[in-house]
């Protein structure tokens, strides 16, 4: 099982489609992932032994530990690969009249004498079996789809100073069984407002559909393809965020969109046209005239029907649409950065540093974060997920597990422990130590720094390491290297009156001093 195929939203997609009844030929439709990775995927959430819920609220870091595990760590022993590559063969031989599992099992021992005792064989061939359980139905189920796509056609507003007229794109989403059509006008068809469309269509419509199947836009398709297409990481992590998938249509397949683009043909005549008659001066205004012919256009009979859009809706679809979720969406942001000597990767726009695996230290690394998270890549493989930092004082965020093991014991410390030490020897300790912890380094230099500096109360004892730290203090230089050399020239010994600041010399802002430790 490849670590570097597949990401975890991908992963929960597949767990979902599985649970809701999905073949793995569907599956692999859905997420573009090949079937053959598909069913190593089941394979693995079966021997696992869990349910779709707990792995729901497994955090991302917690479902690679779980699933995306590297080919030595598996235990794929040279019968378990002899087994795996005749189990559809075994498969096949069990739809056949009068054929059973011991028969089977039979047969499987007599060309593989050294493979696996009756209860472990049975084990693998049940959960290959049930892997491939499942139908994909392709009629417009209640609650299966939302169609989306843009209008081919423009609408336009006008500068009320200037007289200046803009086109402006048209987006439409129409749910696959009761045709429930929603429109909104937008800037661009730009990936950030076809997201911002597709959010606005389910809260619209109060749930979410099993799949959105839009075009094969740029804004949602990185690849465009027959079989598999490949939705761009922004759109592909907010169907992740809504708890569906992302289902393009395939290319030379215009029956895939024939309902949206019969959608677009009515909005024409029931919207545009009546929009054309007057003019509108932001997007808007226009959006508030378009809710007021939408509405009109819900509640119009079907052709040939005693109902109407809105009605259907509420009647069969309504309810089948999963629950929405509570926080908008965020799109993500990506950048660069190189792993520092530290095991690090910076994140610029906070200027504070996340951990990644000290193997990786020199690697560049790509950078996906939203308000809430921070997620690291290295090409397509997740190697640290981080809750993003807000608070202040704290430029390193790092996971104990991220440090390599002569680093580990140094983990240990923290400004509290040296703070704690410092105030036992003398406030003036206690006031220098704080200033050391407050300068913006990686936290393993401050804390050698400050260790330095407390043990030299070994050698020299309480009282000259006090005038040292007094007389450091009033140069404003804050580190091991100063303390050290006041001591060893006696420097200590001086009357400290006799002796003061420099009143050029630069204060520095940042100091916080002991009490923002505590």
């Not at 609220?57 to 022993?77: C, G, H, P, Y």
């Not at 109407?308 to 950048?335: C, G, H, I, M, W």
């Not at 020199?362 to 397509?380: E, F, M, P, Q, W």
């Not at 440090?403 to 003036?428: C, G, R």
Request: hydrophobic share 35%.
């Amino acid at each position: 099982m490849s670590n570097k195929t597949i990401e975890m939203f991908t992963i929960r997609q597949i767990l979902r489609l599985y649970a809701n009844g999905r073949g793995t030929k569907y599956i692999s439709q859905s997420t573009g992932v090949a079937r053959n990775t598909v069913k190593k995927y089941l394979h693995r959430y079966v021997q696992l032994k869990t349910t779709l819920e707990e792995l729901d609220r497994m955090s991302d870091a917690q479902l690679s530990k779980a699933f995306i595990v590297k080919e030595s760590k598996i235990a794929t022993s040279k019968r378990l690969l002899a087994l795996e590559a005749i189990l559809p063969t075994l498969a096949a031989m069990l739809k056949k009249r009068g054929v059973t599992k011991g028969m089977v099992y039979e047969k499987y021992v007599l060309s593989n004498p050294e493979g696996y005792k009756s209860s472990a064989f049975l084990e693998r061939l049940n959960a290959f079996m049930q892997v491939g359980k499942g139908t994909m139905r392709m009629e417009h189920k209640a609650g299966d789809k939302m169609f989306v796509d843009y209008t081919g056609k423009k609408l336009h507003i006008v500068d009320k100073l200037s007289g200046e007229i803009t086109d402006v794109e048209v987006f439409v989403a129409i749910l696959g069984c009761s045709q429930l059509t929603f429109v909104l006008a937008m800037p661009s068809q730009q990936k950030e407002d076809f997201i911002r469309g597709c959010e606005q269509a389910l809260h619209f419509y109060g749930g979410v559909p099993q799949a959105i199947v839009p075009d094969n836009l740029r804004s949602a398709v990185t690849k465009a393809s027959k079989y598999e297409a490949q939705l761009n990481d922004n759109f592909a992590a907010f169907a992740e965020h809504y708890h569906t998938f992302g289902f393009p249509t395939r290319t030379y397949k215009p029956k895939d969109k024939a309902l949206v683009e019969g959608a677009v043909k009515i909005i024409y005549t029931t919207i545009f046209a009546k929009i054309d008659q007057e003019v509108y001066h932001t997007i808007a205004a226009l959006n508030v005239a378009i809710s007021v012919h939408l509405q009109a256009h819900n509640n119009r009979l079907l052709t040939g029907q005693n109902y109407s859009r809105l009605q259907q809706f509420d009647a069969v679809e309504k309810q089948t649409l999963q629950p929405l979720n509570p926080y908008l969406f965020e799109l993500l942001t990506v950048q660069l950065s190189t792993v520092n000597k530290y095991g690090h990767v910076l994140l610029s726009i906070d200027k504070r540093y996340y951990s990644v695996p000290y193997k990786l230290i020199g690697k560049r690394l790509k950078i996906k974060y939203s308000s809430h998270t921070v997620s690291i890549y290295d090409d397509i493989e997740v190697v640290a997920v981080h809750d993003r930092f807000s608070g202040k004082g704290q430029k390193y965020i790092t996971i104990q597990d991220h440090l390599a093991s002569q680093h580990k014991y140094l983990s240990e410390w923290n400004p509290q422990k040296f703070m704690n030490m410092a105030t036992a020897i003398d406030e003036v300790v206690a006031n220098y130590i704080a200033k050391i912890l407050s300068r913006e380094m990686y936290p393993e230099q401050s804390y050698k720094s400050c260790s330095g500096v407390l043990n030299l109360v070994k050698r020299v004892g309480k009282q000259r390491l006090i005038n040292a730290c007094k007389r450091a203090d009033s140069y404003n230089l804050y580190n091991y290297g100063i303390i050290d050399q006041i001591l060893r020239s006696k420097a200590d010994f001086i009357a400290f009156e006799d002796d003061l600041p420099n009143p050029d010399t630069p204060t520095h802002d940042n100091i916080r001093g002991q009490d923002y430790y505590e």
